[in-house]
């Protein structure tokens, strides 16, 4: 797999601080697959998009695209 796509859910997820959802986002960082999603929902789900970002593992961005 080369990347894992984020919809709202997984967006939402985050915000919650979800704990399946960072062991998830752990698992992808270690195996070095890329975090997808879009601006639309990116810009749908994230009001505060500094605080949520500090939600995810260190060192991983979500590209748009």
Same mark, same amino acid.
């Given at each position: 797999?080369?990347? #894992? +796509?984020?919809?709202? !859910? @997984? #967006? #939402? &997820? +985050? $915000? %919650? !601080?979800? /704990? $399946?959802?960072? *062991? /998830? #986002?752990?698992? @992808?960082?270690? %195996?070095?697959? !890329?975090? /997808?999603?879009? &601006?639309? +929902?990116? *810009?749908?789900?994230? /009001?505060? !998009?500094? *605080?949520? @970002? &500090? %939600?995810?593992?260190?060192? $991983?961005? +979500?590209? *748009?695209?």
């Amino acid at each position: 797999m080369s990347a #894992l +796509v984020l919809d709202a !859910g @997984a #967006l #939402l &997820a +985050v $915000e %919650r !601080g979800d /704990r $399946e959802m960072a *062991a /998830r #986002l752990r698992i @992808a960082q270690q %195996r070095d697959i !890329g975090l /997808r999603s879009n &601006a639309v +929902v990116v *810009a749908q789900v994230w /009001r505060d !998009g500094a *605080a949520c @970002a &500090a %939600r995810f593992p260190s060192g $991983e961005s +979500v590209t *748009a695209g």
